[in-house]
């Protein structure tokens, strides 16, 4: 039986419900800068939860999203106090087992590759954002790659790190086999295994999506893993737009999330955990679910 890494879920949504602060298109880097303490927390009850693995809070601090809201300069200070704030999670929790996940995620918009930088341009973007999260990462997990130069470029610039590198890429939610870029599945399946990656996932997309994309998956001679978000659709999402604009699925509570994800574990899996709308009690109630068939 595989033993399972158990990831945290998505923060940005969570954090926003505990915040009293107005949503704007930072998300959660706006939350990172002025209630730190909130992301702290939330990591601490995501490894209460039974998360082993927790990703810095930096998603939306990436430089070109930065500048388009004139807060370049705040780059390196959402860096280092999303580190300190994972930091601080790990000691409050007295787990000499809990690993930090860097996080390399689409540096312009989530899910609208059309709209992303040269791969020239996202490899150095990517560089930058390693060298910063490298002192409290154990490894890279570059995340929601909707296209095969996205990916390739966060996985290569991972990679040179000489840290793990996992890759998550997000898919279509209503065409099988494909990315949301409209390439093929297998072929970014197949870039992502040459260059090296020690784990290919599959992220942010339905987990109804994620099912029918498994064959696929399973091919890979790596570790692979899910976690899917609770969005009912992405599609009203624009760059620079805020979550208010995306509905929550009403039928995604933490059992049925333990559902999909426990189908994902006895189907190969070795990596899972929880996107965009899927909180502490989602993975807490996973957690017993692999507990229970031994994958824990």
């Given at each position: 039986?595989?033993?399972?890494?158990?990831?945290?879920?998505?923060?940005?949504?969570?954090?926003?419900?505990?915040?009293?602060?107005?949503?704007?298109?930072?998300?959660?880097?706006?939350?990172?800068?002025?209630?730190?303490?909130?992301?702290?927390?939330?990591?601490?009850?995501?490894?209460?939860?039974?998360?082993?693995?927790?990703?810095?809070?930096?998603?939306?601090?990436?430089?070109?999203?930065?500048?388009?809201?004139?807060?370049?300069?705040?780059?390196?200070?959402?860096?280092?106090?999303?580190?300190?704030?994972?930091?601080?999670?790990?000691?409050?929790?007295?787990?000499?087992?809990?690993?930090?996940?860097?996080?390399?995620?689409?540096?312009?918009?989530?899910?609208?590759?059309?709209?992303?930088?040269?791969?020239?341009?996202?490899?150095?973007?990517?560089?930058?954002?390693?060298?910063?999260?490298?002192?409290?990462?154990?490894?890279?997990?570059?995340?929601?790659?909707?296209?095969?130069?996205?990916?390739?470029?966060?996985?290569?610039?991972?990679?040179?790190?000489?840290?793990?590198?996992?890759?998550?890429?997000?898919?279509?939610?209503?065409?099988?086999?494909?990315?949301?870029?409209?390439?093929?599945?297998?072929?970014?399946?197949?870039?992502?295994?040459?260059?090296?990656?020690?784990?290919?996932?599959?992220?942010?997309?339905?987990?109804?999506?994620?099912?029918?994309?498994?064959?696929?998956?399973?091919?890979v001679g790596k570790k692979i893993g899910a976690y899917a978000n609770?969005?009912?659709?992405?599609?009203?999402?624009?760059?620079?737009?805020?979550?208010?604009?995306?509905?929550?699925?009403?039928?995604?509570?933490?059992?049925?999330?333990?559902?999909?994800?426990?189908?994902?574990?006895?189907?190969?899996?070795?990596?899972?955990?929880?996107?965009?709308?899927?909180?502490?009690?989602?993975?807490?109630?996973?957690?017993?679910?692999?507990?229970?068939?031994?994958?824990?």
């Amino acid at each position: 039986m595989n033993h399972i890494t158990l990831l945290d879920g998505g923060m940005g949504q969570e954090l926003l419900r505990r915040s009293a602060r107005a949503t704007t298109p930072l998300w959660s880097a706006d939350i990172m800068l002025h209630e730190p303490t909130l992301v702290r927390d939330l990591h601490l009850d995501f490894i209460k939860s039974g998360s082993r693995v927790i990703t810095l809070n930096t998603y939306t601090a990436t430089p070109p999203r930065l500048a388009r809201e004139n807060e370049l300069a705040q780059l390196k200070n959402l860096h280092r106090s999303a580190m300190d704030a994972a930091l601080g999670a790990v000691e409050l929790a007295e787990c000499n087992d809990v690993e930090i996940a860097g996080c390399l995620p689409p540096l312009v918009a989530s899910y609208r590759p059309d709209v992303s930088l040269s791969y020239e341009d996202s490899l150095d973007a990517y560089r930058r954002l390693v060298e910063l999260q490298s002192p409290a990462s154990d490894l890279f997990l570059c995340e929601t790659m909707a296209s095969i130069n996205e990916a390739r470029a966060a996985c290569t610039a991972a990679m040179e790190s000489g840290k793990p590198a996992w890759v998550a890429l997000t898919v279509s939610d209503f065409e099988p086999g494909l990315l949301r870029s409209g390439e093929s599945l297998n072929e970014a399946l197949q870039v992502l295994e040459s260059l090296g990656a020690e784990a290919i996932l599959l992220n942010c997309s339905h987990p109804e999506a994620i099912n029918g994309c498994w064959p696929q998956l399973r091919s890979v001679g790596k570790k692979i893993g899910a976690y899917a978000n609770g969005f009912v659709s992405i599609g009203p999402l624009l760059p620079g737009g805020t979550v208010e604009q995306l509905e929550v699925r009403q039928d995604l509570n933490p059992k049925q999330y333990a559902e999909y994800a426990m189908g994902w574990a006895r189907n190969g899996a070795s990596i899972i955990g929880g996107c965009c709308e899927i909180g502490p009690a989602h993975i807490k109630a996973l957690h017993e679910s692999l507990c229970n068939e031994g994958f824990l």
